[in-house]
């Protein structure tokens, strides 16, 4: 390799988006460990404005003192308008990491493919070569996976995802209750995300479908604050009290073919 190349790839910039897991700071990968402890700077993810990054709490003990860290609010409840604006802002600035040699970090929580803010990055970033046929993943840019929320939940709860011909659909409680439905009735496990105020319609929708006991529910899996229901009849919390009391981070797991002791 000549001079000038070596010296090209040691000040190329790239892009490195790590997930970080579901909360527990010993279930990040060893990849993403030893890229962590080389960056320049990360970008680090908040739902709420002036709040901690859960993400950057998780992987904090792993950074170098060198790298700089930028706190990101990615807004959850405003328009879209206001929302794409704030993706647009945060590409452009990878981009220009990235196009000044550094080593950039971006962290989401669990797997940064599934239900993550970081997709709409990765549309800004790489959609337009994507449209080529010749298009091939980009060398300035890794995508590190992590542990999602849902297998964690399946194995400290010790209910099992999808096992031979059976079918997993992993939906987001946002869908409509239609959706909701036809899922439940279609297939044999279920992962549903993003639970919050839709809890009272799900535990209903479990009831009518006889299926609450294949169902439980575990809020801030692998965290100090773990809770998890194997019964959901006993939570009545109504959509408000949904709102102030349950855990963004709650997630249902059904198995049809898993009955639970209760
Ligand atoms: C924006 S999605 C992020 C999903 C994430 N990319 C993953 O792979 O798990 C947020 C949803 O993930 C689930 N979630 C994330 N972390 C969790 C945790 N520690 N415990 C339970 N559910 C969690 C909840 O359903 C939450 O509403």
């Known amino acids: 390799m000549n001079e000038q190349v070596k010296d090209k790839q040691a000040t190329a910039g790239k892009l490195y988006v790590m997930g970080v897991g579901p909360g527990a700071s010993d ?131 010790m209910m099992p995802l999808a096992m031979e011909d059976q079918t997993l659909a992993v939906i987001s409680c946002t869908a409509s209750e239609t959706v909701l439905e036809q899922a439940l009735l279609n297939h044999d496990c279920l992962v549903l995300m993003k639970v919050y105020s839709r809890f009272p319609l799900i535990r209903d929708l479990l009831q009518r479908h006889n299926l609450l006991e294949h169902a439980l529910m575990m809020a801030d899996a692998t965290l100090p604050t773990e809770q998890c229901w194997h019964d959901l009849t006993t939570l009545s919390l109504s959509e408000k009290e949904c709102r102030q009391e349950l855990s963004y981070f709650s997630t249902i797991l059904i198995n049809k073919n898993w009955q639970l002791s209760r």
Do not use: C
């Open 27 to 157: 279930l990040v990968t060893v990849r993403a460990v030893r890229i962590l402890s080389e960056l320049d700077v990360i970008y680090t993810p908040t739902g709420k404005k002036g709040a901690k990054s859960l993400a950057h709490s998780i992987i904090e003990e792993y950074l170098s003192p060198k790298t700089e860290v930028f706190t990101y609010h990615f807004l959850m409840k405003a328009d879209m308008a206001a929302k794409k604006a704030v993706w647009d802002e945060v590409a452009q600035a990878l981009k220009e990491e990235v196009a000044n040699g550094r080593k950039v970090g971006f962290i989401t929580l669990g797997d940064p493919m599934l239900f993550s803010t970081w997709v709409f990055l990765l549309q800004r970033l790489v959609s337009e070569q994507m449209n080529s046929p010749a298009w091939t993943a980009p060398p300035w840019l890794e995508i590190v996976p992590g542990i999602s929320s849902f297998s964690a939940i399946a194995a400290a709860s």
